[in-house]
Every structure is written in C-alpha cells, then in structure tokens.
C-alpha cells in the first residue's frame, strides 16, 4: 500500500452496509455501492465501510445503545486514522416513529457530528483534518405507508424530504461537501426503504463523481 493512497471512510446505516430488500442478508462487496466504489477508483484509494443496519445519528435507541453513533464515531475515527474523506449517510432511522424527532432535530445531530470531526484530534501536526460529505438519504416509499405497524409515517415521508435543504444548508455553513442520495437512488419495490442492486449501482457512480471532485 503506497503511502499516496488516499482513505475513504463510508460511515452510514443499512444502506451503506449493504442490506440486500430481497432477503435480508448482505449484497456482496462488487454489488453494494461501497465495493463498487472501490472498484470504480481503483488502486490508490481504499473505502473503508463502516455501515451498520439500524444506526442514528446522535439518537439512543433504547432497544439497542450500540445503533448510535454517539458511541461508535470518535473509536471509528481513531481506529482508521489517517483519512482523507468521510463519508456520512445517516438521518432515515431517527424517522422512525418511537423517536419523535423533528428533521430540524436530526439536522442538529448531523451538524454535532460534523463538529465532533472537525475538532477530532488527527494527530494534525502529521495528518491533515479529513474532508466530510454529507449524503441525504434516499427516499421512503411513500406505499410503505399501507403497511400496518410499520417504524414509519406519513410525517416521517415529509421530515425525510426536508433533510436534503436541511444537509446542504448545513454543509455550506461548515465547509463540507453535499450530495443527494435520493438524486440518483430509489428505494426498493422490494421493502420500499432499501437500495436494490441497480440503486447501490447508481448510487456508486453518482459518489464516485463527487469523489474524484474533492480529491483529485
């Protein structure tokens, strides 16, 4: 591994990991987005995959105190020091309804995370402070809605529509850089939450763009 290769950091939840609509286990590396962008950038970069089915940003799930980020990120952080990018798709698991979350809310999270990176000792004297995108996450379907005792609402449809302003407007205010997922990705006919193959596909060309942009 040359010393000119740049690390990527793909921090997210159950799209990021790779949860596969069909079945519920795992799309292999060269099917979810995170192993298609390591194939699509080659050598010189390595994408770490940090995604984790269930994860929130900032929000305690009492049903599992490991799905929050709070605990996870700074470790997260330290473990694969040193990096050049980090990726974050985070926000569609604090919409489910037992949260009561505003996207107002969610946004705060995503901004304490920025913060809690941007002040993250990298070692700076030696490792420059990563660069962060923040990625809005794709669509719920809004048929999910005909489904009894489902996690999400109507009201979590409209929060999750508002994260995309909400995201960007919080990247141009500290310095990150923004991409909507929901853009280039839809959620599965499958489970109408998750990416299906083709999604992760081009959902991977669409990162793969904006990569090169911050990088190269």
Known sequence: MGSDMKNILCFGDSNTHGYNPENGHRFSFDIRWTGRLQILLGDKYRIIEEGYNGRTTLTDDFTNPSKTSRNYLLPCLASHSPLDLIIIMLGTNDLKNRFNLTSSNIAKSMKEIVRLIKTFDFECDYYKT???????????????????????????????????????????????????????????????????????????????????????
């Open 130 to 216: 990563p660069e962060i995108l923040l990625v809005s996450p794709i669509e719920i379907d809004k048929e999910i809605l005909k489904r009894d005792g489902d996690a999400f609402d109507a009201g979590s449809i409209k929060k999750l529509s508002e994260l995309p302003k909400l995201y960007e407007d919080l990247a141009k205010s500290t310095g990150c850089h923004f991409l909507d997922a929901a853009k280039f990705a839809k959620p599965s006919k499958a489970d109408l939450l998750h990416m299906d193959a083709e999604a992760h596909r081009k959902f991977a060309d669409a990162v793969y763009a904006k990569v090169k942009e911050i990088l190269d």
